[in-house]
């Protein structure tokens, strides 16, 4: 199995146990406009990853939240967000507490997906150790474990981080309860002022 097909797998293997793994970003976070590498705006502006850091950075001039492709590491799309020039205390903070959790969720997958590879690795060739085999066939070929014996190691390894699982999720919809709340306060807000201009300028009663 691929990085790619990581998230998919535990996300199935982990439904099927009665838990539940998040492997996107923003499922609470407000619409935005989608720039990516085939973007004319964006082109050479996406540089060779390093493990654990998205090195994906928008361009200076750029007035809107951009989306970046997926993290060779994390397998998630890392979103920088715009700083308005007029931007109040209350929505620099919600900023900072989005980017921060997009950080953090970016790192937690990282970690997550770079012990799965290792052990997964470790697992096939103990297995194949087990069986007299080597990790290549007579062609050079990568030897395989079958479906039944790889889910046996799917098994273990969510039972042995459902405990970290766990405090994610706790820690995810913490932070993301905290950003739908401010993001009405930040809503509120807009729609104060607006209300106060129209009061002010008799052109827009």
């Not at 931007?87 to 900023?95: D, G, I, K, M």
């Not at 993001?183 to 729609?191: H, I």
Request: proline share 6%; with cysteine; hydrophobic share 30%.
């Amino acid at each position: 199995m691929s990085r790619s097909g990581f998230a998919a797998t535990l996300s199935r293997l982990q439904n099927r146990h009665g838990s539940r793994v998040l492997n996107h970003v923003g499922s609470l976070t407000a619409p935005r406009p989608f720039c990516s590498e085939s973007d004319p705006r964006s082109r050479g502006r996406i540089k060779q990853a390093l493990p654990g850091v998205s090195s994906f950075t928008p361009p200076a001039n750029s007035s809107h939240d951009w989306v970046g492709p997926p993290d060779r590491m994390s397998n998630l799309r890392p979103i920088k967000y715009h700083i308005p020039e007029y931007e109040s205390p209350l929505e620099s903070r919600l900023r900072k507490l989005r980017q921060e959790t997009e950080d953090w969720n970016h790192q937690f997958w990282t970690n997550q997906n770079i012990s799965f590879s290792k052990e997964k690795e470790g697992f096939i060739y103990s297995c194949l150790k087990e069986k007299g085999l080597e990790l290549r066939d007579e062609d050079g070929r990568k030897r395989t474990l079958s479906a039944d014996e790889m889910a046996e190691f799917y098994k273990e390894f969510l039972n042995k981080n459902h405990q970290k699982h766990s405090v994610y999720n706790k820690e995810w919809y913490m932070r993301n309860f905290t950003i739908t709340f401010l993001m009405g306060r930040v809503a509120l807000l807009k729609a104060w002022r607006k209300l106060g201009w129209r009061q002010q300028d008799p052109k827009l009663k």
